[in-house]
């Protein structure tokens, strides 16, 4: 099996990792730009481990280098970017979600799901789709945290989790879902406690929902909250993710 990767994370070399170890041909790795990578959450060089193993990492961004490779599978791991349409035609392309779908779409997962604080949380393989977190899903997996679970322990956690579902899938062993739209969509907000009291409710009515992305203005804490979600707040605006602010 011929397979590329999309990613430049601690996740993304964790996957890398595994499959190399278990002797998967890996043809390529499609990284990040250098003027990007600054900015990306998790950001870790590939450069040596690909050079070690003879694969061949692109930072170009140029998404057409990918149509010219022979590839039996893209696995996209760690990367928020958005794999255009004409790559998916031309490949077969999956990838993680940090929540369980179809009940919770969109931006910033692992950051809601720790904010909303209910010891519980999950992620996905799916199939990608020109739609975003809206194409069949392959693995769904639960985990559990303690309520002084660092943000770090819960990005570990959840990463190592998504390895093991992907494993899952080249293994063989999943039965793949239809994915269903969202019953419920934030496209944008201005107060990250109004936002969890949706996400609860949704939750709890066993709807579906689309969650929006995080801002950097979106780490200032309001004090008008209330010190339990206050804390919450601050667990899950923290390294690695733009810490908190007053």
């Excluded at 794999?83 to 035609?89: A, D, G, Q, S, T």
């Excluded at 369980?100 to 209910?118: D, E, F, K």
């Excluded at 809206?134 to 943000?151: N, Q």
Aim: charged share 25%.
């Amino acid at each position: 099996m011929k397979i590329a990767v999309i990613g430049n994370t601690k996740q993304t070399l964790k996957g890398l990792n595994r499959l190399i170890e278990e002797e998967y041909q890996v043809s390529c790795v499609f990284g990040l730009p250098e003027d990007k990578s600054t900015n990306k959450v998790n950001f870790v060089s590939l450069c040596d481990l690909c050079l070690e193993h003879n694969i061949s990492l692109d930072t170009s961004n140029n998404w057409d280098n990918l149509l010219d490779l022979e590839l039996d599978l893209i696995i996209c791991l760690g990367d928020s970017r958005i794999v255009p349409e004409r790559v998916l035609i031309r490949h077969k392309v999956i990838g993680n979600h940090g929540a369980v779908l179809p009940y919770i779409q969109g931006g910033a997962s692992y950051v809601w799901g720790r904010m909303l604080n209910t010891g519980k949380w999950g992620i996905s393989i799916m199939e990608l789709d020109k739609v975003v977190d809206a194409g069949k899903i392959l693995v769904t997996k639960e985990f559990s945290y303690e309520s002084d679970c660092s943000m770090e322990e819960f990005c570990d956690i959840a990463d190592s989790l998504t390895i093991e579902a992907l494993f899952e899938y080249l293994n063989g062993d999943y039965e793949p879902r239809e994915n269903s739209k969202w019953n419920v969509k934030i496209a944008r907000h201005t107060d990250s406690k109004f936002v969890v009291g949706i996400l609860r409710e949704t939750l709890d009515n066993g709807s579906n929902i689309y969650l929006p992305p995080r801002r950097p203005v979106d780490s200032n804490i309001k004090y008008e909250w209330g010190d339990g979600f206050i804390e919450s707040f601050k667990k899950a605006n923290n390294f690695p993710y733009p810490r908190w602010t007053e």
